[in-house]
């Protein structure tokens, strides 16, 4: 199984451009989520979905928007990039009868 | 609000040189404090679940135990390949949003040979 995989693993972006952080998971979970890893501040959730054509906001939503249209993928859109938005985006993803989360290895996005 | 504090921010061991990494909790309705270990450049992997105070967990060199207010990393006998950044989370009860995690901001392991 390759679990949580999220693309691209580093990306360039200049305040005001748009882009979509890809995230899939093979493993039937239920729920998805992202969160966004800063320094010093843990990880910190931004949206999540508990099933296909089911999203909400987490604790730092602004700027990010989500879909679910299908189980496996769960992706990410900043609209208008902002340097704020610089961080490393993480997907997690985990069965709804289960609290354990599996990670994705992470997506590095500087915003110039 | 729930939070999570962990201390010290960084630490450094000489291998052999046990050691415990602190995690301080407030939550409202505690489901379950969770360890995770991340290596640099990559996602957060799962170590421990612990679910009420007085339960503990080994795994290798690790073990975890949980009180009311704060859990500890125990790390007996560390080598180099436990140089990481471990985590620490706690769910609560009335979580809707999807088994959200509140996570501190983890602890900085370094192990010389």
């Known amino acids: 199984n390759a679990g949580v995989t999220q693309t691209p693993k580093f990306q360039v972006l200049k305040t005001g451009q748009s882009m979509t952080l890809q995230c899939a998971q093979d493993?039937?979970?239920?729920?998805m989520s992202w969160y966004r890893q800063d320094p010093g501040m843990g990880l910190r959730l931004i949206h999540y979905?508990?099933?296909?054509?089911?999203?909400d906001q987490g604790e730092v939503p602004n700027g990010y928007n989500v879909s679910r249209s299908t189980t496996e993928d769960f992706p990410l859109r900043l609209l208008s990039a902002a340097p704020s938005q610089t961080s490393v985006y993480f997907c997690?993803?985990?069965?709804?009868?289960?609290?354990?989360?599996?990670f994705g290895a992470g997506s590095r996005l500087t915003v110039l | 609000e729930d939070q999570v504090t962990q201390s010290p921010e960084a630490l450094r061991l000489q291998e052999g040189e046990s050691s415990s990494l602190n995690c301080s909790y407030t939550?409202?309705?505690?489901?379950?404090l969770f360890w995770y270990r991340q290596d640099p450049g990559k996602g957060p992997e799962f170590l421990f679940t612990?679910?009420?105070a007085g339960e503990e967990k080994e795994k290798e060199r690790l073990k975890a135990t949980l009180t009311k207010k704060e859990s500890f990393l125990h790390i007996t006998a560390p080598k180099p390949e436990d140089s990481a950044t471990y985590l620490c989370?706690?769910?609560?009860?009335?979580?809707?949003?999807?088994?959200?995690?509140?996570f501190g901001g983890g602890t900085r392991l370094m192990v010389k040979p």
């Open positions: 997690a993803s985990s069965l709804a009868g289960a609290n354990v989360l599996t």
């Open positions: 493993m039937n979970h239920e729920y």
């Open positions: 979905s508990v099933g296909a054509g089911i999203t």
């Open positions: 939550v409202s309705g505690l489901r379950g």
């Open positions: 612990l679910y009420s």
């Open positions: 989370a706690v769910q609560a009860w009335n979580n809707n949003a999807g088994n959200m995690l509140t």
